[in-house]
């Protein structure tokens, strides 16, 4: 199957009731391990590339032909939608230009009518090419990238605006933030979510960004409450590493040829297709494609 773009499979997830995983990737194993978890649960995905990731990975050429490929010889069947995650704007330009069929263009640092204007020109771009395009509103909090966003609560008025440009799913603040959350985190704002999901209407799909950490009862509600898109990055990180130190703290890498990569590398990509199962479930996507 070809790379698709989001839009459709976010508007049904929106309609459905259920959300749709956003996966960041940062090498072949990964991107290998997401897709192996979205084919066995048959869900639609997105696989994302942050910025740092692609540039890790060799280029956004590099990122496109490894997942464009990696669809073709693993046979996938469901549809994926390979992401650019808190893009800038040349960079978003960029995947649109390299085959990316979908992207986000994250301008909430901006004044509020600079993230406008040109979130107006990377959907027309993106549009163009058949890709969609996500846009942000308020700034998310956490680090990502090297970006620290304070996780304020977006303006209302402001994702109104935002969606009336043309985008096909919006992310906002509600209490979320990148990364590992807080012993003290308050949680996410339910009230907050439900009065953006009125204001943007509901053929908005709306995007959970730092959905590492939160509770499944959370995740769930707010999928209910107009949630389509959840982002989740860290907790890959988390159980990649925890596996793969655990395969050395017990001496495997010393046994045989347990020193070759691609051993050493076996129980982390598992943990990763693992948890993009169970978070697959926990969104209700899985036998969605």
Known sequence: MALVSAKDFLIAARKGGYGVGGFNTNNLEWTKA??????????PVLIQTSMGAAKYMGGYKVCYDLVKDLIDSMDITVPIALHLD????????????????????????LP?????????????AAHAKGASVECEVGSIGGEEDGVIGRGELADINECVEMAKTGIDFLA?????????YPANWEGLDFEHLKAIAKAVGPDMPLVLHGGSGIPLDQVQKAISLGVSKINVNTECQQVFAAATRKYIEEGKDLEGKGFD????????TQAVTDLVKARIEWFGSQYKA
């Open 261 to 268: 990569p691609r051993k050493l590398l076996a129980p982390g």
């Open 86 to 109: 808190h893009g800038e704007y040349e960079d978003a330009l960029k995947c649109i230009e390299v085959g990316y069929s979908s992207v986000m263009f994250d301008g909430s640092a």
């Open 172 to 180: 906002c603040g509600i209490g979320n933030i990148h990364g590992i």
């Open 112 to 124: 509020f009518d600079d993230n406008i204007k040109k979130a107006k020109e990377i959907v027309a």
């Open 34 to 43: 997401i897709l192996k978890g979205a084919e066995e649960s048959q869900a």
